[in-house]
């Protein structure tokens, strides 16, 4: 009788997906096959988007920040993996969100819930925001909203 062969898998991108997948299916078997997994990424380090430097004294983060606690899988795996110790949390207390815009850096108006305001005067007295931005905003409160198509990135619709 001949012994099977595992099975092969590659796993193209080493982003948070092609990361997960790849874990997944190591701890894995199928049919009692092992599962011999490898990993492609183009780019010199793995994780994709998401990515945490220090740059003059402060933490900057260049990807998603909160997973934690609107996935609490994420949590369970990156403490599997060994990682819960290497968490970051923000102080809330002092914790200002900047976007750089047009060369400078301008807080995020108080009160926006995953880029949605729910506070309007915080947004008017924002300089991230042309009058113009600011007008076209509103008349979304004023105009139906559009016919679904396909599914559409959170990039393309902001």
Not at 68 to 95: E, H, Y
């Amino acid at each position: 009788m001949r012994a099977e062969q595992p099975r092969r898998v590659v796993v193209v991108g080493g982003g948070i997906t092609g990361l997960a997948a790849a874990h997944a299916l190591q701890e894995r078997t199928l049919g009692g096959l092992s599962i011999d997994v490898t990993l492609l990424e183009a780019s010199p380090r793995l994780g994709g988007k998401i990515l945490t430097e220090q740059v003059d004294g402060f933490t900057v983060e260049g990807g998603p920040d909160s997973f934690l606690t609107s996935k609490p899988a994420a949590v369970d795996l990156c403490t599997r993996l060994g990682l819960g110790d290497r968490f970051l949390t923000s102080n809330q207390d002092a914790r200002i969100v900047y976007v750089l815009h047009r060369g400078r850096l301008h807080p995020l108006p108080e009160g926006l819930a995953l880029v949605v305001p729910l506070r309007l005067l915080p947004v008017l007295r924002s300089r991230l925001f042309s009058p113009w931005e600011k007008l076209r905003m509103g008349l979304d409160l004023l105009r139906p909203p559009a016919p679904a198509r396909e599914d559409e990135s959170l990039g393309s619709l902001m």
